[in-house]
């Protein structure tokens, strides 16, 4: 069975941090990405990776401040957020694809197949 278990959303203030996860079983992907939904909003990319090469895409809305990585041992992806804003609350979402995607096709939600159940992640100012 597939599953994406994602965890360590929380309540934190403008300016502080946070480590989301997202732990992945029963199969191999070879892109994963986050997503982030807002009340009311679509769902909008934020990062990917590529499990082989470790390469790395942001949106610009958080370059610079948030960094997407990977441990190859625990299978896991990993969002470090820094200097988070009011604006970057929403519940957080982990996707993943069995294939390398590009541009378009990585940030586009529609492409991923497998999800996780989302985190929430509340920023106050």
């Known amino acids: 069975q597939v599953q994406l278990v994602e965890s360590g959303g929380g309540l934190v203030q403008a300016g502080d941090s946070l480590r989301l996860s997202c732990a992945a079983s029963?199969?191999?992907?070879?892109?994963y990405a986050w997503f982030r939904q807002a009340p009311g909003k679509e769902r909008d990319f934020v990062a990917a990776?590529?499990?082989?090469?470790?390469?790395?895409y942001y949106a610009d809305s958080v370059k610079g401040r948030f960094t997407i990585s990977r441990d190859n041992a625990k299978t896991t992806v990993y969002l470090q957020m820094n200097s988070l804003k009011p604006e970057d609350t929403a519940v957080y979402y982990c996707?993943?694809?069995?294939?390398?995607?590009?541009?378009?096709?990585?940030?586009?939600?529609?492409?991923?197949?497998?999800w996780g159940q989302g985190t929430q992640v509340t920023v106050s100012s």
């Open positions: 029963g199969r191999t992907f070879v892109t």
């Open positions: 996707a993943a694809h069995p294939l390398t995607l590009y541009d378009l096709s990585r940030s586009n939600p529609r492409t991923y197949i497998y």
């Open positions: 990776i590529t499990w082989s090469g470790g390469n790395t």
